[in-house]
């Protein structure tokens, strides 16, 4: 990031950001890595990362690359810019796959041949300061270089072609006559680098060959051939470098670019725009986005359903009902309310630090059935497929993998944190031990009373005054009121019982819920935040890059 920044500061005087545009394209391509296609995200970081290192080398030296097929005079061209023999032509032509250039003010060049990847030996310098004439003059801070032939048979002559259509700032192209609508050159080259049309230029050459009352009619056929490959605003020229026609105009062109000082950056924006169209194109146009919490709270009510919550939370109610109630009944009911089960102990769930005691069976963690796992399947996918509604099909694809790719473990750990949960059932509270206190004092009061009648009955004295109490006695009253006030407070433990109950299951949901959201975060919902989160990194930065009008020529 550095060496980018460093590259930018060269641009400030040029009044662009173009530094801020090559960071949004590398950070566009490395929250998209893993989720586009790797070609499309390659190109994006290969194109940001040429585009810094072109910033970083000169930027008084303007790279103009001369293509061209076998035959076109592409190399008689070049000299003839030059002005020097330095390419060998027709049977002449090397077999070497290097470039050679001719580079008009030598200071400052050095590293950017380095970067070219120009041997030493394939380099000439015209220091213009030598030079006397004007043209020389004009082409001050031009690297010129003649490629190899781009349909050469040598794989090596037409790789170099490729990498250094890559790295210049101006391509020029040249077309013969016999082979201008060859598919080779406007099928690989032209009509692919139709976003480049402001950093070319097509050359016509041998056009002394054409009878002129036909020239104009070819040079037509050829605009019509690049309209059609969407080179609309790309010059032709007419030329013929054996006999210097045309050639003038033709450096004139390529003196006025250069001197506007546009080229190198029109060049990168270009470069920059048609990475990012292609990765735009990959993503999709929807708008950046993330999960709305009441749809992740919709998917934790869902799978908690799926889950047996609701179902557990009812037999927590019933359980606590069941538990409570029988310690608060009077005794004499309590145990007819053993003889059924404990729900809780039905589900087989844990009842708390008292389990085993209560339930009197050890605690087993129930398996989800294949209906819940169907379900949860189903309800995780449905999330899937509202948050990569309208994205990119990559994009669509990544939040599926993401959501689905735990499945299975949030179904384990599902069963394992909800089985494990400890519901709070096996501790009652200190009022109902009170009240199963009071009950047996109640009923050994009603026992006394009854046996203390009977004995009083026995004996004819259970109407003596000494043991009357306002006017009943005293053993009937313990009696009577021992009975009496055990039903009674039976009956109003009943309200408290289910008010308990209530608090109970309402606790219980919430810890059991608690746990589904804490594993449905971890396991779905983060992993889709996390391609939402990119999707929409990589859709601002593109914004960034693409919104940007083209600066070029």
Known sequence: MTSLLEGARQLVTRGTDIGARIEGLEQAAASARGRLDDDVVDVASTTSARAAGRLRLSAQHTVVAIAGATGSGKSSTFNALTGLELSSTGVRRPTTSWATACVWGSAGAADLLEWLGIPPRHQTMRDSMLDVG???????????????????????????????????????????????????????????????????????????????????????????????????????????????????????????????????????EADLRAAAEAMDVATGSAAPRELPAARVAELDAAIADAAGVPVVVDAVERSTRHRAGRATTWPVLAPFSRLGPDPLAKLGLDLGDSAAELSGTARATPRAAAVQRARLDAEVRALADDASDGLGAPWVAAVHRASTARLPELGDRLDRDLGAADLGVGRLPGWVAAVRVLQWLLLLAAVAGAVWTGVLAVGGTLTDEADLVAGVPLPVLLLVGGLVLGVLLAVLCRFRVATLARDRAGDADERLRDAVHAAVDELVVTPVATELTAYSQVRTHLTAVLDHPEKTT
């Open 134 to 268: 004007k043209a020389d003059r004009d082409l001050e801070g031009v690297v010129l270089m003649d490629l190899p032939d781009h349909d050469s048979t040598e794989v090596s002559h037409h790789l170099e072609v490729d990498r250094l259509v890559l790295l210049a700032d101006l391509l020029v192209w040249v077309l013969d006559p016999q082979k201008y609508a060859d598919a080779a050159i406007h099928d690989r080259y032209l009509a692919p680098l139709r976003s480049h049309a402001g950093v070319m230029v097509v050359v016509l050459n041998h056009i002394d060959t054409i009878p002129a009352d036909r020239r104009q009619s070819m040079v037509d056929d050829v605009r019509r051939l690049l309209d059609l490959d969407g080179l609309q605003s790309v010059p032709i020229y007419a030329v013929s470098a054996r006999h210097d026609i045309g050639i003038d105009e033709l450096r004139a062109e390529i003196a006025s670019r250069v001197a506007a000082k546009k080229l190198t950056v029109g060049r990168i």
